[in-house]
Structure formats: C-alpha cells, structure tokens
C-alpha cells in the first residue's frame, strides 16, 4: 500500500525566505513521487517528479527536492520565496513502472507576506 | 500542443440527478485518470482508462462510471448524485510509456 502525508497543511513564509514543504510517504514497491502546485479556482500543474534517477531533482520555478530513501522524504524546497509561489501544493506518490494511480497528500497551503 | 481540457467549468446539479463531465486529453496521450477533489483535501483516485479499457478504480461506488474513445477522450458519469459529490472533478492524461500525469483545470460540480 502507498501513502503520502505532508507535515503542516498552512506554511507562512516572508517574501525572500526559504521556503521548505515536507512529504513522508509509504510505499511497498520502488516508488515515483510528485509535487504538484495548485493556484486558486485552478487544475494541477507538475513541479517536479523522481522517477529513480538523480534523488536530487530540480523543477520550475526555482523549486527542488530530494529523495532520502532512508527518511522516506521529498521535501520541496526554494531558497527564496516570491509572492507569486502563494500556492497549494500536493505531493503524491504512484508506483513505478507507468499507468498507475496518483495518491496525493492532503496538501500544504503556503503564504508569502512582503 | 493543445493541453488537457474538461468541460464544463462549473456545473449545478440536484441531488438524484444525473451528470457527466468530459475531458480531452493531450496528443499522443492514451491514458486517461479521473480525480475528485473535495474541498481542502488532495485529489482522490476514481478510475483510470487505458485505450477504451478501465485500467484501475479507486474507492468509489459504481454509479460512478466512465467511458474513453477511440481519440482518446474520456467521460465521468455520476448517477443519483449525493451532496457529498460536491468537489473540483480533475482530468489527467499520461502519454503511452510515460510516467506523468498532467491535469486539466477540473470542472467544479456543486450539488444542492
């Protein structure tokens, strides 16, 4: 079974600021992980992913993660914060191999204030 | 390269009533997933279609159904709707071989 859970579902940043939003999840098979962002009244668009290659991935908008086996973690993280990543954001995890469900975290909502 | 689209935006229904939201999925992509999203919560997995097939369903109730075409799009049926089927229904489609799956912007359903 998989399972994602993103530690603090508000994180309040000030503009300029490191901006870091934690994902543990559970997988019994190898797994392929996700960031997604959310902006308001809008789908979901892909940030990121680890597909087993580098477990330090690099995504838009200056956002990146890391996968740490032994932590069960991808943290998303950005050195400085900018008003405009005023966001929800989803971490999800399928199984590798392709045409597999996305389970999704409940989500983090992140601020940024001047 | 058109992205994913759904249709409609918004849509209001009454509870027993019948709906059914469609989706157009990006070129080349045959993978078709379908997610409700209810409010302040991550999307959840309905079913997944791969070339006209279900390839996977979540934990849903069978008046939730579904359909792809041999172009590839997809519909969401939902029958005898319940005020708890009120959620951001969100399409995703996959390219074949592929591991990612992009979204469409979601058709708000609101049940009343």
């Known amino acids: 079974a998989q399972s994602v859970t993103q530690l603090g579902s508000h994180v309040s940043v000030s503009e300029g600021a490191l901006v870091l939003l934690r994902c543990n999840y559970s997988s019994s098979v190898p797994p392929y992980l996700f960031w997604y962002v959310q902006y308001p009244n809008q789908g979901l668009q892909l940030l990121l992913k680890?597909?087993?290659?580098?477990?330090l991935v690099k995504g838009i908008n200056g956002f990146e993660a890391e996968f740490k086996k032994s932590e069960t973690s991808f943290h998303l993280t950005k050195p400085s914060a900018h008003m405009s990543d005023a966001a929800e954001y989803f971490c999800?995890?399928?199984?590798?191999?392709?045409?597999?469900?996305?389970?999704f975290g409940a989500g983090t909502r992140l601020a940024v204030h001047p | 390269e058109t992205g994913v689209t759904q249709s409609p935006t918004h849509l209001i229904k009454t509870r027993g009533q019948q709906v059914t939201l469609r989706c157009s999925s990006q070129?080349?992509?045959?993978?078709v997933s379908w997610y409700q999203q209810a409010l302040g919560q991550g999307p959840q997995f309905i079913f997944q279609?791969?070339?006209?097939?279900?390839?996977g369903r979540g934990n849903f109730p069978p008046r939730f159904s579904g359909l792809q075409f041999p172009n590839y799009s997809s519909e969401l049926n939902v029958n005898a709707l319940e005020l708890d089927d009120s959620a951001l229904y969100l399409c995703?489609?996959?390219?074949?071989?592929?591991?990612?799956?992009?979204f469409g912007p979601g058709t708000r359903l609101t049940v009343l």
């Open positions: 279609y791969y070339r006209e097939e279900e390839n």
């Open positions: 680890y597909t087993s290659a580098a477990t």
């Open positions: 070129s080349g992509h045959n993978t």
């Open positions: 999800a995890v399928s199984g590798s191999g392709g045409y597999n469900k996305l389970i």
């Open positions: 995703a489609s996959q390219p074949s071989g592929g591991d990612t799956q992009y």
